[in-house]
């Protein structure tokens, strides 16, 4: 149970640096906005013409009387729009980090550069296009596993009881577990790490992951949160791939002279 403490450690962690890091974290937000628009108007026509495609889905039940036709369309209507928020959550990230691959990957670099005890930042040599060809490959390979558990939790949603209640815990769980994926990839794949073995590094600490990714996860639903958590998030994500790997990172002095620590910001801001 004190890998959930330390996970959530990285994720407020992260979100201190590019607090100290004004133009990290001002590079880092734009990636999130571009996403974020499509991600609205997405949703937006789910919640607008949702209704009109349950209808056209469900054509058996349009003999059926009141009151049991509109309760039964309303609730396919309101899980299709809890999948398509599902979905969201779970793709966001996929689509942000794609969206903002150099943004993203720039601020790991930083981040492994100030913690490091040398200075210095892993590199993967491979060229840009390579790179974020690798980025959207992975990507898609994820979110085809998370699209299979959020249609598998969706169909547990029609059972009495559990699926209002162990269902929805689950779901945060598994959200927080891709959220961590992804993210944590951007300073993995940097490392020659490939997805087979990011999953099974993840597996082998999922209270650590837990404790990252399922808090943020539901910080996710509030809307615009992840626009402005994601330079925050994929920060602490490379401190987190840091302690997954057992690297040694650089302990904060608490005592540490102000002109100091100002100085190895300009370092790493250059």
Do not use: C
Not at 118 to 145: C, M, Q
């Amino acid at each position: 149970m004190r890998d959930l403490g330390v996970g959530f450690g990285y994720l407020l962690k992260g979100q201190r640096w590019v607090g100290r890091h004004g133009r990290q974290y001002g590079f880092g937000l734009l990636p999130g906005l571009i996403t974020l628009v499509l991600y609205a108007a997405a949703l937006v026509a789910l919640a607008l013409w949702g209704e009109d495609f349950v209808a056209w889905a469900t054509p058996f039940a349009d003999d059926w009387s009141s009151p049991w036709l509109g309760l039964f369309r309303g609730f396919l209507t309101a899980m299709l729009f809890a999948l398509g928020l599902l979905l969201a959550v779970l793709t966001f990230t996929a689509v942000t980090l794609l969206v903002g691959q150099p943004f993203y990957e720039n601020l790991s670099e930083k981040v492994d550069a100030d913690v490091s005890p040398d200075g210095t930042a892993p590199e993967s040599g491979l060229p840009f296009w390579r790179e974020l060809w690798i980025s959207a490959r992975d990507s898609l390979r994820v979110l085809v596993r998370a699209g299979l558990w959020g249609l598998l939790l969706f169909a547990l949603g029609f059972l009495p009881l559990v699926g209002q209640t162990v269902v929805p815990v689950v779901g945060f769980f598994v959200t927080g577990f891709f959220l961590t994926e992804e993210l944590a990839a951007v300073a993995l794949q940097r490392r020659g790490v490939d997805l087979r073995s990011r999953l099974a590094l993840l597996r082998s600490r999922k209270t650590l992951v837990w404790g990252f990714g399922t808090p943020l996860g539901l910080a996710f639903l509030v809307p615009f949160v992840a626009v402005f958590l994601m330079p925050g998030a994929v920060a602490g994500a490379t401190l987190l791939a840091r302690d997954l790997l057992g690297e040694e990172t650089a302990q904060e002095d608490p005592d540490q002279d102000p002109d100091q620590d100002r100085d190895r910001d300009r370092r790493v801001t250059s």
